[in-house]
């Protein structure tokens, strides 16, 4: 099944590259939260959607671009937790950080995990305890690892009061910032060792990049030390987390 969902990704991150090579100006929209929408997220939700019916027809999925009502997933046990397009704000920035994302959820936690990165394409993958990436063809183990000074991946698009505060406490560090769940990325390869985020992420954001990178031996936990719960709850927003390898 991994092998699927693998090439899943690569299907919908194709569509999405056809969008963002095409050099024509991208139609934006913006959904309530006044977050950003294009027609590349709808053509990568739909393609993931026809897929995982196909793959899995048992299994109900929960995608950032068609979440379903609270009455429906209440009692959820196992589900697909689906971002088509992740980093939808460097997609239109093109700057390539920018992923689709696919998880499954079983009894809250992550147990598998795809991120398939189209305009550097690259895939991340986990699965039962095991995380590794396929770049140029070679697959690669991810394990995380110590560096010194370390180093601290923040988001590109979202930085506040908290973040630069907490990052003024810290020792010496360096950083480095990205879009998207390439930051989960960069803590399972052993490239940084403390992804901070305290402003308003969604599960859809940070399950598959939980996934790889807790495999790859990452803590993923919320602020009080508890790891991140995907159980179905009314609301879809995460508290404040930190990966780490500390």
């Known amino acids: ?30 959904k309530k939260d006044s977050s950003p929408v294009t027609e590349a997220d709808l053509i990568a939700h739909q393609i993931i959607k026809t897929g995982l019916a196909r793959i899995t027809p048992h299994i109900p999925l929960l995608s950032e671009e068609a979440p379903p009502a609270w009455h429906e997933r209440c009692h959820w046990e196992c589900y697909w937790l689906v971002d088509p397009l992740d980093g939808t704000k460097e997609f239109i920035q093109r700057n390539g950080e920018f992923t689709v994302n696919i ?15 189209p305009a550097k394409n690259i895939l991340y993958a986990s699965e039962q305890g095991t995380a590794w990436k396929i770049e140029e063809g070679v697959k690669q183990s991810l394990h995380v690892a110590n560096g010194y000074p370390p180093l601290i991946v923040i988001s590109r698009s979202y930085q506040d009061k908290e973040l630069i505060d907490y990052l003024a406490q810290m020792g010496q560090h360096e950083v480095m910032v990205m879009g998207s769940s390439l930051k989960f990325c960069l803590i399972a390869e052993g490239k940084a060792q403390l992804y901070p985020r305290f402003g308003p992420t969604h599960i859809w954001d940070t399950a598959a990049g939980h996934a790889i990178a807790q495999a790859a031996g990452a803590k993923v936990t919320d602020w009080y030390g508890r790891t991140l719960n995907y159980s179905p709850k009314e609301s879809f927003v995460n508290p404040g987390f930190r990966v780490s390898i500390f």
């Open 1 to 30: 099944m991994l092998k699927q969902l693998c090439d899943l990704a690569k299907e919908a991150g194709r569509a999405i590259m056809t969008i963002y090579e095409s050099g024509q100006q991208l139609s934006v929209k913006h």
């Open 103 to 117: 998880a499954l959820i079983k009894s809250g936690s992550p147990v598998m995990g795809i991120i398939y990165a």
